[in-house]
């Protein structure tokens, strides 16, 4: 087993803070209706400008239960195991309409559609009873100007029996010229254990039958062509999640931190590499293409 730090839930970065604050949050009874809130999302327009500030909206749920045949088809698809740990990834998933929930708010300036999921860091801090009732929230978190527009967070929280069981915060681009000037950054793959999967054409399909998240870019290439991409494309997260899937006999069930930067999109069908090696830090790791060596995700273990 490697080594791991004890995760800040803080991430450490430069963003600047959120300044509209006070806003009362969005507290549901239950979990919005995955493909209404697509639907929503369609249409929701923007009014963004450079230099809005964007406001701290928030939405909460309490007494969240984990289904446990969800919890196994989910573990079937990712190619964890099936053994009584939660995957890190797997309370990203079941908030995930609550992260969408905020993008359709009207007091939020950006369009719900088009953003681009950049990154994504998830701190497992404690074990938990996987049938407590769990308390979870999402919040419009820092921003930040860069030169491919604007980066900014949304943060989760899940907490049983008032204690920080897990957090986890997702940074997307809203693409827009910023004038900032770009810095090129040399990224270092690791070199160590390697994989050859084979990523099928329907997993886009067969990951949003489990998540319900059916955006048009996962589902074909005809309705991923609409949006601009040639083909459809695997969900991030799936990604991350198989990635986490193959190092699961090194990960311990709680104290540790994934963070992964999601670089270009992974077309379906794909023959991929994957590699991982242990570092000073934990262990890295990384998704490329096999033929192009296209690097899909890179991600580190602390």
């Not at 087993?1 to 949050?25: A, C, E, F, R």
């Not at 909206?57 to 446990?68: G, P, W, Y």
């Not at 079941?94 to 969408?100: A, E, G, K, V």
């Not at 242990?278 to 899909?296: A, D, I, M, R, W």
Request: net charge neutral; charged share 20%.
């Amino acid at each position: 087993m490697i080594k791991m730090n004890s995760p800040n839930p803080q991430s450490n970065n430069s963003h600047s803070d959120p300044t509209d604050v006070g806003l009362p949050p969005i507290v549901l009874d239950h979990l919005p209706n995955m493909p209404s809130l697509l639907g929503r999302a369609a249409f929701k327009s923007g009014y963004y400008q450079l230099g809005d500030i964007l406001p701290a909206l928030s939405t909460e749920i309490n007494n969240l239960r984990i289904r446990q045949d969800d919890l196994n088809a989910y573990k079937a698809l990712c190619g964890f195991s099936n053994s009584s740990v939660l995957p890190a990834t797997y309370l990203h998933m079941l908030s995930f309409p609550l992260s969408l929930n905020l993008l359709i708010q009207q007091d939020f300036p950006m369009k719900a559609m088009g953003q681009v999921h950049l990154r994504n860091q998830i701190s497992v801090l404690e074990e938990f009873d996987l049938r407590a009732s769990i308390s979870m929230k999402a919040t419009i978190g820092k921003s930040e100007l860069t030169s491919r527009g604007v980066e900014w967070d949304i943060d989760v929280s899940a907490m049983v029996d008032n204690q920080l069981v897990w957090s986890s915060t997702s940074t997307y681009l809203n693409r827009c010229k910023t004038g900032v000037a770009a810095v090129r950054q040399k990224e270092v793959v690791p070199e160590g254990n390697t994989q050859n999967w084979m990523v099928e054409a329907d997993t886009g399909r067969r990951y949003a039958k489990i998540s319900a998240d059916y955006n048009p870019i996962h589902l074909s290439d005809i309705t991923a062509r609409l949006f601009g991409f040639k083909q459809a494309i695997a969900h991030g997260m799936w990604s991350k999640a198989r990635c986490l899937a193959a190092l699961e006999d090194r990960l311990p069930s709680a104290g540790y931190s994934v963070d992964v930067a999601f670089h270009r999109p992974l077309f379906l069908p794909a023959e991929v590499v994957f590699n991982s090696a242990v570092n000073k830090q934990g262990e890295s790791f990384s998704l490329q293409n096999k033929q192009s060596g296209v690097l899909h995700l890179l991600g580190q273990i602390s």
